[in-house]
């Protein structure tokens, strides 16, 4: 038997950074080595995503995957064992094949997700390079620009404001490290703005490791972080940007959007959303319209310069981005592998984006697993931006000084211009 081939399987449960069991798997090849992976998996889960199977019942509150273990040592190792870690297209065909679904309920796409990443970091073992290099080409030269979510809001969060995510991005840093200084120095001013704004007991800490936001009023949360950034001193180095995660908000029946400041319809979004981006230099605004408004997201992204972004209207799907793309619904999409399911899927929706004139955007989800693999994942796709979570909390920190150490052994990385950035603004 060929070195390597896959041997054996391991599979087990391990906690997330919310201390909920996930599945991580091992995958072990003829000669010993091993590659490792767990799946993250969203809090809030776009309708088109696949499904993540969980056993039910009292044990962990019904989220344990015991049974996905089962899967993956009684149905997935037989299949897979023989082939070659190194085909990562030929492993992810026989685990499509072996779910059989349209949704990967079979297996779940939970633990399509954990074995395919295994997979592919032990294939990465074998060609002795780096995951992103392995799966993106040594012509790997662009790091991302992070897109800081300083403030957090929405349905999961204690803080009163409807929208889920405020970002400020450093557009005007030079590499990827003074872009994570900036953002830092930016974090340290914000929690004193708050209070001088709005109130020692405005200030709470966020659910995605940011900062709870301070008012209901997006117009304010957004004024106060800007704030923060003209504090730090870097009002000409910074734009916004905003993930309005507006599924959660859509009523199907009237077809309005239920928020705390009014009941607005697809016009009426639309026009809120042209008023924002002509008031504050917000770059981005992901997910403005629910997951299935193709046609609203359309109009918008031809009313407004901005970058109009999708998740969960792509859910990193291929078939979603073609109904997308013929639109011109959209010029962006988050890249979240769990969301389809198998390496291959994610990186042919990734290359579907870019081939279309799409930016791609790599981001970690809520529920992050342990040594999460987004980071390098984006770089392999040539990312040019990046939703990188506060920088604070070990989860988020893990991944950005990864970014850091990769810049430094790259050595003429690059950082997507300011001025580049800046033409998706309108004010």
């Not at 080595?33 to 776009?46: D, K, M, P, Q, V």
């Not at 079979?106 to 074998?126: E, Q, Y």
């Not at 109130?199 to 957004?222: C, K, M, N, Q, W």
């Not at 901005?306 to 997308?324: M, N, P, W, Y």
């Amino acid at each position: 038997m060929k070195s390597y081939c896959i041997s054996g399987m391991k599979a087990r449960e391990v906690l997330n950074n919310k201390g909920c069991p996930v599945l991580e798997v091992d995958v072990l090849s003829e000669d010993g080595r091993l590659g490792r992976a767990s799946a993250s998996f969203g809090i809030s889960a776009g309708a088109h995503e696949v499904a993540v199977v969980r056993d039910g019942g009292p044990r962990y509150g019904g989220m344990g995957v015991l049974g996905p273990i089962r899967l993956v040592e009684g149905r997935i190792l037989p299949a897979l064992r023989g082939l070659d870690c190194r085909d990562q297209r030929a492993v992810d065909r026989v685990l499509l094949d072996l779910d059989g679904t349209p949704d990967k309920s079979a297996l779940g796409g939970n633990t399509i997700c954990s074995v395919s990443l295994a997979v592919a970091r032990l294939g990465a073992l074998h060609r002795e390079v780096p995951l992103y290099q392995y799966l993106g080409g040594a012509l790997c030269d662009t790091l991302p620009l992070p897109l800081f979510n300083m403030i957090n809001g929405g349905p999961y969060s204690a803080a009163p404001t409807d929208f889920q995510e405020f970002h400020a991005a450093p557009a005007g840093a030079k590499s990827f490290a003074e872009a994570m200084r900036m953002g830092v120095e930016v974090l340290q001013r914000l929690p004193e703005v708050i209070r001088k704004r709005h109130g020692a007991a405005a200030y709470r800490p966020g659910h995605l490791g940011g900062i709870g936001a301070p008012s209901a009023d997006p117009r304010e949360v957004l004024a106060t972080l800007w704030a923060a950034v003209e504090e730090a001193g870097y009002a000409d180095r910074f734009v916004l940007s905003l993930d309005c995660a507006t599924s959660h908000l859509f009523d199907p029946e009237s077809g309005r959007y239920n928020l705390n400041f009014g009941r607005f319809d697809t016009t009426e979004m639309i026009d809120y959303f042209t008023g924002l981006v002509r008031d504050f230099p917000l770059f981005m605004l992901e997910d403005p319209l629910h997951e299935d408004d193709f046609e609203g997201f359309a109009r918008l992204n031809a009313a407004v310069p901005t970058l109009i972004c999708g998740d969960d209207l792509f859910v990193t799907s291929v078939r979603r981005l073609a109904e997308g793309a013929a639109l011109d619904a959209a010029g962006a999409m988050i890249f979240k592998p769990n969301m389809i399911g198998s390496v291959s899927e994610a990186m042919d929706a990734a290359g579907y984006a870019v081939a279309h004139g799409m930016e791609v955007i790599p981001s970690q989800r809520a529920a992050t697993s342990p040594d999460d693999p987004t980071a390098e994942l984006g770089l392999a796709v040539g990312a040019r931006l990046m939703k990188v979570g506060a920088p604070q909390t070990g989860e988020r920190t893990q991944q950005q000084n990864n970014l850091i150490r990769i810049e430094e052994s790259m050595g003429a990385a690059r950082l997507i211009s300011g001025e580049e950035v800046r033409r998706w603004l309108a004010c």
